[in-house]
């Protein structure tokens, strides 16, 4: 029964919420009374349906075999799957909705492996205690005529309203069951805004070592799920505060560098966490993974490039060439997409090129090189150069964000005139082997990187102007 006020809201919202899908549950609670077995929405679909987030992505329960779940839904499901059904998980498609339908378990854990034991359970309880937060551990039953009855024996609602992951199990036993419990909590921290109970924090604390368990692929994907949350730095932060961190993402906690005594520069994590927060603002089409991790990553290369001078100032000379090495070796080992790997290194090790041009002193072949180094990056450099901005004074902030947009300017006005986007040297290769009269092979590709670069140096160049060049170059390679 509902304790507050708040608790009849929060079941008013989920009973709306449900009863959007009203058809779809009650055709699935006909079709697994009639085979005799009992079906329970579980999960983060109850959670989700309670905060009025509810996704067409359903989780059930049911004390039905897979086999028997199959038999059930084979006729009137559009797909059935069987992928998870070594783990007693059955997925359906059905119109929009994608299920997963799995027996009640009440698995064994080795504590050494993230493989469970599997064991069936005969009843809901058993399953609930399983799972890694209270707060996913509420079911509805699903009947003949849709969503019924509420259920909470582990106090999943009160936990919900104020907003606290605790474990069903003692946290010690949960973790040590699945270490990735652990990420997961530092993900809804950033997706759902909630906190961490204290006896979760300790057992975090003490068990963090244990993510060694978890294979690159998994912690990328809780990572990623974090980053795109609503406040991925509560999220990173508690991963850093609480050890997690060091094993997963070791370089980001790595940032944390006391400020010398001369206060010459700020503490680099802090402002790490400040960029991603201004990024996410710029963001104009939903939350954008790329630009996220570059936000976070882009000062990785501070640590190890800090240098106190003579004079007392303290310098990262060629922080973003090293942090993007480092980006790279990060991704690399989290298993990411080689197109991941190169965009977010990429923007690394392009952010601090702007500032060499501070005082807008851009020349239309700088204006070039920018462009044709960021490529389709350019939009998401954009941000995150202005990201970077966090200083205090508000003058200084105001001339480099003025600086940034004549820079913009420059960019629009010229590729009016030129097309930026696919800056090509102005012959082909076919024409530089007509001109020099040379096979296809190695000389052909110095040619054409020449002209290249000869035409970000100068603009277009028209037809007899580039052979007149090229013909120049290639005279004096050969006499050299």
Excluded at 60 to 69: C, I, L
Aim: hydrophobic share 40%; with cysteine; charged share 25%.
């Amino acid at each position: 029964m509902p304790e507050t006020a708040q608790d009849c809201d929060l079941l008013t919202t989920a009973a709306v919420a449900l009863n959007r899908h009203a058809d779809l549950l009650r055709e699935l609670g006909s079709a697994f009374a009639a085979a005799g077995h009992e079906l329970y929405l579980v999960g983060g679909s109850v959670r989700d349906a309670l905060l009025n987030r509810l996704s067409p992505d359903l989780d059930f329960t049911t004390n039905a075999r897979p086999e028997q779940v199959q038999q059930i839904l084979r006729r009137w499901a559009d797909a059935v799957w069987d992928t998870g059904i070594a783990f007693g998980t059955v997925g359906v498609g059905k119109g929009n909705h994608r299920l997963e339908i799995t027996t009640f378990r009440a698995d064994r854990y080795d504590q050494v492996s993230r493989k469970p034991q599997v064991r069936y359970a005969d009843r809901l309880e058993d399953d609930l205690v399983r799972r890694d937060f209270t707060v996913n551990a509420m079911a509805v039953r699903i009947t003949p005529t849709g969503a019924g009855e509420f259920l909470d024996p582990l106090g999943g609602l009160a936990a919900l309203r104020a907003g606290v992951l605790d474990t069903p199990a003692p946290p010690p036993v949960s973790f040590g069951d699945d270490p990735l419990r652990m990420l997961r909590a530092a993900r809804f921290v950033s997706q759902l805004g909630f906190t961490v109970a204290p006896r979760v924090r300790a057992a975090i604390e003490e068990m963090a070592s244990q993510l060694a368990r978890v294979t690159p692929e998994r912690v990328a994907a809780e990572l990623d799920k974090l980053l795109l949350g609503a406040d991925p730095v509560a999220g990173i932060d508690l991963l850093v505060q609480t050890g997690m961190g060091d094993v997963v993402l070791p370089e980001v906690g790595g940032m944390r560098m006391a400020i010398d005594e001369h206060h010459q520069h700020k503490d680099v994590y802090q402002h790490s966490l400040t960029v991603l927060r201004q990024a996410i603002a710029l963001e104009d089409n939903g939350p954008d993974l790329v630009l996220r991790w570059a936000a976070l990553l882009h000062d990785i290369g501070k640590p190890a490039t800090r240098r106190f001078e003579p004079n007392g100032t303290v310098t990262f000379h060629h922080h973003e060439v090293i942090g993007a090495k480092m980006v790279r070796k990060r991704l690399r080992a989290l298993k990411y997409s080689k197109q991941m790997v190169d965009d977010v290194s990429q923007l690394v090790y392009l952010h601090l090129r702007f500032h060499g041009y501070g005082d807008g002193k851009w020349t239309d072949s700088a204006v070039r090189r920018y462009v044709t180094d960021a490529g389709p990056l350019l939009p998401r450099l954009h941000k995150l150069v202005r990201a970077d901005c966090t200083t205090r004074n508000a003058r200084r902030a105001a001339r480099l964000q003025a600086s940034y947009d004549r820079l913009e300017a420059r960019i629009a006005a010229l590729a009016a005139k030129e097309d930026l986007e696919r800056v090509r040297p102005d012959l082909d290769g076919n024409q530089i082997m007509q001109v020099l009269g040379i096979p296809p092979g190695p000389q052909v590709g110095e040619a054409w990187r020449y002209l290249k670069e000869l035409r970000l140096d100068r603009g277009p160049l028209t037809r007899e102007e580039a052979t007149t060049e090229l013909l120049t170059w290639w005279q004096s390679r050969q006499q050299a």
